[in-house]
């Protein structure tokens, strides 16, 4: 069960770039901001959109290539699909949906209904068979989406967003439920999220798409502890800054220098967690290496601490407490001193 | 930055009462003037109305034929709408092909051209001699003008555009990433229409089909210069009433009467199945 797809498609202003390739039985979430293309390549790979350029293979019989002039239309691809917002055909039954797949692949009517009904009890719904989507709760409309997609016994399953259009509440619930109908789904699966706790608890392996290409690619650990762009830095919630290094001080393309208790030469990548990032008042004395001057931006109270947003020198995010934020008298506008250990600042080759 | 406010506070929570306000009086005035409009002639028609006569020229041949006639004549418009507007519809709707607004146009031409004009232009397009029609004579020996077949094609050119403007807005106004689920599922293209698009788009087609219905069940002025005036023929209930109006004028109350009567039959008998679409399902 191999996919090999090489995808170049462009629509409107975005030009998609992406090259995925997966051996099957393994679970990759394709994470990326809005509008990076996550959605466009799937609906490549499902053939609801045709690539220009590139081909897509999956068990060595061709899908898509151009320039062969082989297209396989969507309903002759062994691919299902949960999509966002799950799709669930409004005016038919919670079983009616599932037997869907099954009823336009020409299956006899009580066969179909068999085989739905049988997917309904493996998703816990089998109480739920006369249920119209309308009168079923966000969980139990993905379940359905997906026993709907994975009746057809497809060997390549897309989910987009499976998760998003839930609230909080039931979203874990959910998750834990989805993690297990993937365990023991054997085909290709891919996810698409723009949430990395999806991301963190569904995949093996992630690809970050960003305006259309990958730009890192890797186990979730690798990536988040390693991030190379923006994105990926925000994600995770740290600090990063590209700069050329030499000998552990990496200087910043805005001038501003960075000393690093790791050794890397040329040009590479440094990550500050924000709880690293302490603030002063005035100039401190001691033994931090780095220390900045900054102005305060943004100030946003989470549960238990605040994230600061600084800018100046270096553009900095720090995490402080609430009491500190009384005692500095943290507010936009606000000029500090933002010290960092050398210690704390990771750095690695870009 | 401010904290969240908890949600289970009751003050939040609590709904507002909403402030009843004091209808505007000259929109008040307006409104029934307009509905006094609409009702006003229907009163001066059952006012006139010859009760004792009713039944005799209800059961008079020349009524029941003309009520035939057109009933029979609105159905075959319908329904040649509904087979031709709907691809067209489609067409329109889902394919950006060149020259589309043109087409657009084209449609709702047909809907404002006066129908006595629509009516000559037909005269001179499928007439014996006309640009199409004098091979329609030649070849098969079809003659429109002045037949049954000539009334049902002037109904249709008036009422079809009613079907395919509506209709185009329900494909429009549909989310077609739910035929592209189906076809993910296995479905082909045709299987997806009648399973998926059909039933989306059902709202608009028979408002659309009641709508083309009810202008071919009135469509006069196309038919009396393109398919004349013969009864049993050609004289739907509109011109016999137009006729009987110049001679008979009880028979003509009695016969608006009954088209009034069938048009807001139908209208109430659709008004369910309207309701049914958007009402949710009981478990």
Redesign the interface.
Known sequence: MTLDARVRCTLGSLHLDVTLQTPGGETIAVLGPNGAGKTTLFRCIAGLVPVDDGAIDLDGRCLDDPSRGVFVPPEDRPIGVVFQDYLLFPNLSALENVAFGLRARGMAKAEARRRASSWLATVGLADHADHRPSMLSGGQAQRIALARALATEPRVLLLDEPLAALDAGTKSDVRRDLRRHLASFEGVRLLVTHDPVDAYALADRVLIVESGRVVQQGTLEEVTTQPRSRYVADLVGVNLLRGVASRGTISTASGARVVSADVVDGPAFAVIAPHSVALYPAHPEGSPRNTWQAVVTDVDRLADRVRVRLVGEVPLVAEVTPGAVADLGLEPGVAVWATVKATEVTLYPA | ?S?PAPVDDPILVAPRRVRTERLPVPVLVLAIAALVFFALPFLGLLWKVPWGDVWSILTSHGALTALRLSIWCSLWATGLSVLFGVPLAWLLARVDFPGRSAARALCTLSMVLPPVVAGVALFYALGRRGLVGQYLDRWFGITLPFTTAGVIVAQTFVAMPFLVLTVEASFRQL?T??E?????????RW??FR??TL??IRPGLIAGAVLAWARALGEFGATITFAGNFPGRTQTMPLAIYIANEVRPDEAIVLSLVLIAVSFAVLVGLRDRFLGIGR??T?
């Open positions: 930055m904290a989310d990433r739910f592209d689920a189906a076809r993910t599922l296995g479905g082909s299987y997806v399973r998926v039933p989306a949710a399902p478990p």
